[in-house]
């Protein structure tokens, strides 16, 4: 299986900082890696698909970039709504695998 | 607007199989891809499988063959059965369409359902 690391675990931010998550893959998974975000109580919301590609609805404020094993989550000008916890999730090979996610808190 | 919801019992006993169902609407059943998936303490979010096709299906190998997804069309409903359950299996069940054009993401999530496997 194809291991999926995400750090830092968790962080604190202010509104209208920029926060970058990374997101590291055992083996290349070339850029079949997706970023999803949840909210207590809720389902995960995805984000970006194909490393790079904003899911339809999503602010321009998330973004995402990175390729083989190495891949990144930045939020631009943190909302206080993106307090949250975050996950990478490959689907370059079965079985589909998750990060371990990272909280988020803004301040 | 596609919306999913998943049901079921909420408690197992041990040994016993976990049966969810799976309702959609605005969409069909029968030109996706489904994915269950749970998440847990523990472990985390983990993917059991997806079918697709109306049939075909790709499971984790960590279900060791004790996850079986099937499809009811005239239903618009797909279903989840986990056998010999522990209480390892205990977790929130989500079922999620994959939209699947080169790249594949699950896009339409239920809100889950909560299964405590205890006796």
């Known amino acids: 299986d194809i291991q999926m690391t995400q750090s830092p675990s968790s962080l604190s931010a202010s509104v209208g900082d920029r926060v970058a998550i990374t997101c590291r893959a055992s083996q290349s998974i070339i850029t079949y890696l997706n970023w999803y975000q949840q909210k207590p109580g809720e389902a995960p919301k995805v984000l970006i698909y194909?490393?790079?590609s904003l899911q339809s609805g999503i602010p321009s404020r998330f973004s995402g970039g990175g390729s083989g094993t190495e891949f990144a989550l930045i939020i631009t000008s943190l909302q206080p709504e993106d307090s949250a916890t975050y996950f990478c999730q490959q689907t370059y090979s079965v079985p589909y695998t998750f990060g371990q996610g990272t909280k988020v808190e803004v301040k | 607007q596609v919306q999913v919801q998943e049901s079921g019992p909420r408690l197992v006993e041990p040994s016993e199989t976990l049966s969810l169902t799976c309702t959609v609407s605005g969409g069909y059943v029968s030109n996706s891809y489904w994915s269950w998936i749970r998440q847990s303490p523990g472990k985390g979010l983990e993917w059991i499988g997806y079918i697709y096709n109306s049939g075909s299906a790709n499971y984790n190998p960590s279900f060791k063959s004790r996850a079986t997804i099937s499809v009811e069309t005239s239903k618009n409903q797909l279903s989840l059965r986990l056998s010999s359950v522990s209480a390892a299996d205990t977790a929130v069940y989500y079922c999620?369409?994959?939209?699947?054009?080169?790249?594949?993401?699950?896009?339409?999530w239920g809100k889950g359902t909560t299964v405590t496997v205890s006796s």
């Open positions: 999620a369409r994959g939209h699947y054009v080169t790249y594949h993401y699950m896009d339409f």
């Open positions: 194909g490393a790079s």
